[in-house]
DNA sequence: ATCGCAATATGATTTCAATCATATGTTGCC
DNA sequence: GGCAACATATGATTGAAATCATATTGCGAT
């Protein structure tokens, strides 16, 4: 049901919520409550400029969770508007403090945090790649292309167009192999 | 001495290396002994493609951690290779798993860890912008402007060129002050 | 004081990915 | 079977950032 350090949280904990279009979910600096888990639906995190612009900050998808630093503060520093009416549930932050005094528990969190993070460097270090071809490379050794080349593309933060090229090019030069239409792996 | 949730580690657990440029601490494969502090100089964590190509997974620099997920898996999953020598703590696997027992210590561990997540999103959000000037000012909203431009543009992967020419625009649109040279901040 | 070096700054040119356009293949559905 | 919707492709054009070039400023060392 839920993602995979918070499985073990006790019900009693977590508060299911349902959010329509441009519901806000908390605004920075209210009190923080705890984390959040999409299950159905995309919701932004945005911060506001000076000149009362909106930065995005971060978009969580179904199946991943948000603001869990907000377990270890006390307002929120962001804001959390819903983009697509989906259901949430919220974990009370009291509820991960406590389970952290559960080794179990705390072993399950910091493996999924390490390898989060080791994931998100990695992501970071593909989209500094500049040429299409070299990130498109990368983006393949990492095992990004899984599903539609336009998900890996988006992925990449390239357009499809340029993903399809940068593919041919890898290809043509005999470093990707193209065995049918849409299917693209790594020379072995 | 050490950052962090790793500061209460016990220093039996700590090993210190030292690293010449082109060293290897360690080999993807390796059994695992555990994470790694770069004191200082610079660690690339790399993997091998197909055709022996090596694409850098992340860049650890003075003060951070590297390898923090071997922690929680039997065999490193890439190479970490010196590229300027320097000094490194390894920190036994063991001793992080032991520590975790503690509450205090898981606290702070998944404070560390939250936070990490929370800036790593916030810089996939950020070199996603695909104008500069965009880029720029979110840059500039998260508070990435710390030091000279030129390290400011690295951190948003844009060339120190278009960051000043960016910036120039920003200060032409009245939306970031200039008071002196090389000054730089947000209209309050 | 001045020499050298790095940061700041900006102009000119080139490169390459985005965008726009268009076509074909594929899949699911009635 | 035929249609709609979408993924796969690829060509043409445009736009924006990288790169190259060149000053200028500021700072530390001598």
């Known amino acids: 049901m839920l993602p995979d350090p918070y499985d073990h949280i006790p019900s009693s904990a977590l508060r299911p919520l349902s959010g329509a279009v441009g519901d806000v979910v908390f605004h920075q600096g209210d009190p923080t409550h705890g984390l959040y888990v999409v ?20 978009r969580a998808q179904a199946g991943t969770s948000f ?18 009416a989906g259901a949430l549930i919220r974990i009370d932050k009291a ?4 389970a952290l005094v559960d080794p179990a528990f705390a072993r399950a969190y910091g493996r999924q945090a ?22 498109v490379m990368a ?7 899984e599903g539609s080349v336009i998900e890996f593309a988006a992925r990449l933060q390239l357009s499809h167009e340029a993903t399809y090229r940068a593919l041919r090019e890898l290809v043509k030069d005999g470093r990707v192999m193209n065995p049918s239409r849409g299917i693209y792996h790594l020379r072995p």
Do not use: K
Not at 67 to 84: G, L, P, W
Not at 95 to 98: F, H, K
């Open 114 to 135: 390490a390898q989060q993070i080791q994931v998100q460097r990695q992501m970071l270090e593909i989209v500094g790649i500049r040429r299409a071809e070299g990130r």
């Open 67 to 84: 603001a869990e630093a907000s377990v270890f503060s006390e307002v929120y520093h962001c804001d959390a508007v819903c983009v697509e």
């Open 39 to 58: 299950q159905t639906g995309r919701v932004h995190l945005e911060r506001v400029g000076p000149d009362g612009e909106r930065f995005i900050i971060h």
């Open 95 to 98: 509820a991960i403090l406590a």
């Open 139 to 145: 983006g393949l050794v990492a095992g990004l292309l």
